[in-house]
């Protein structure tokens, strides 16, 4: 095709090829939102993400490839985020060890993920209301 024709195609018609090329390449890079859990006192919150469409070719022998990130509520920041992990491996659970009896600071997702050295959620400085009945110990 001559360049001069390409200058007849129609100005929307570009402005569709470009939006479908972006969309295309957004879904092909972007993991996709799967489900959320928050802690027992609501002080983190851990989201899992079905990984993209390129993440799945990489790592073509997990059945369920997803990515964990490990959020803190208020103020709201990213704490941890694992690299792609195979879900299939148990069943996806959340399991938060971050406040009394369980303060062992750590958060486990699924089978493969481990999130370590979190803070307690039942902290002597300004505990949540949640927290204020519960005995504080420590055991393993």
């Known amino acids: 095709m001559p360049l001069r ?5 129609p100005c929307i018609v570009w ?6 090329l972006l969309f295309a ?3 092909v890079y972007a993991p996709t939102f799967a489900y959320s859990d928050n ?3 609501m002080t983190y919150r851990v989201d899992v993400y079905n990984a993209s469409i390129l993440q799945r070719i990489i790592h073509y022998d997990f059945r369920m490839p ?3 990130r490990l959020y803190r509520v208020e103020p709201r920041t990213l704490l941890a985020q694992s690299q792609v992990v195979d879900m299939s491996g148990g069943d996806g659970r959340i399991s938060w060890h971050t406040a009394p009896p369980l303060d062992f600071n750590e958060v486990y997702a699924g ?3 481990l999130f370590e050295n979190i803070p307690s959620e039942c902290t002597t ?5 949640s927290c204020l009945n519960q ?3 420590k055991s393993r």
């Open 5 to 9: 024709d390409l200058k007849k195609v």
């Open 15 to 20: 402005c569709l090829a470009i939006n479908a």
């Open 25 to 27: 390449g957004w879904n």
């Open 39 to 41: 802690s027992p006192h």
């Open 66 to 68: 997803a990515i964990v």
């Open 111 to 113: 089978h493969g993920v």
């Open 125 to 129: 400085q300004a505990p949540p209301p």
């Open 135 to 137: 005995p504080e110990t």
